[in-house]
């Protein structure tokens, strides 16, 4: 069976530093893994996503993500935080043969001025 | 190219009462999944559809809760007798092919039972 675990459920940095979100997977097959930002009240809003190529994923809004096999993790990283980051963050992960996706409880990212 | 739209986007209901949420998938695709919400949690899978057909209903609970995607139309989330439980979030997604993991999200309903 497929599950993601989100090891931090808040996590607060000021602006200008780097920022680590940490998610580590469990799956029986190589799994797809995502990452998705949801900021208040609005829809969800995919950030990256690894299908098998390459292991380090660049997203949008200068978010990355490495897939780690051996540590079966897929933590999102950007080097530098801007207050607009601040929002819910969920890691994903492809949830079988028909498609549906296995949401991690989220990480709520606050950012200091 | 419009993005997935979902409405109404504030859904009220007293207790007893039905809930019907209707989702709109992005223009091509004709895959269609909803997921909830509950406060302070990740989203949960319910049910994945194609027009026409339920592919899988394995988060569906098995009482009061329907969902269809007819050949013209939106896909309908229906909910009979809601409860003060059913207060959630819920997303509907849609994706071009089957077993596509890149599923494009809809801004939600927000249903409140009273």
């Known amino acids: 069976a497929q599950s993601v675990t989100q090891l931090d459920s808040h996590v607060s940095v000021s602006e200008g530093t780097p920022v680590l979100l940490r998610c580590n997977y469990s799956?029986?097959?190589?799994?797809?893994l995502f990452w998705y930002v949801q900021h208040p009240n609005k829809g969800l809003q995919l950030l990256l996503k690894?299908?098998?190529?390459?292991?380090l994923v660049k997203g949008i809004n200068g978010f990355e993500a490495e897939f780690k096999k051996s540590e079966t993790s897929f933590h999102l990283t950007k080097p530098s935080a801007h207050m607009s980051d601040a929002a819910e963050y969920f890691c994903?992960?492809?949830?079988?043969?028909?498609?549906?996706?296995?949401f991690g409880k989220g990480t709520k990212l606050s950012v200091k001025p | 190219n419009a993005g997935v739209m979902q409405n109404p986007r504030h859904l009220v209901r007293r207790r007893g009462q039905e809930a019907r949420l209707r989702c709109s998938p992005m223009k091509g695709h004709s895959h269609v999944y909803w997921y909830r919400q509950l406060p302070e949690e990740g989203l949960k899978f319910m049910v994945y559809l194609q027009k026409e057909n339920i592919i899988d209903e394995s988060g569906m609970p098995k009482e009061r809760f329907s969902a269809e995607f007819p050949k013209e139309g939106p896909s309908i989330l229906r909910i009979q007798q809601v409860v003060r439980g059913d207060s959630a979030a819920y997303f509907c997604a849609s994706s071009p092919q089957r077993e596509a993991y890149e599923q494009y999200f809809g801004p939600g309903t927000r249903l409140t039972v009273t």
């Open positions: 994903v992960v492809s949830g079988g043969s028909q498609g549906n996706l296995i």
């Open positions: 799956s029986s097959y190589s799994p797809s």
């Open positions: 690894y299908t098998s190529a390459a292991t």
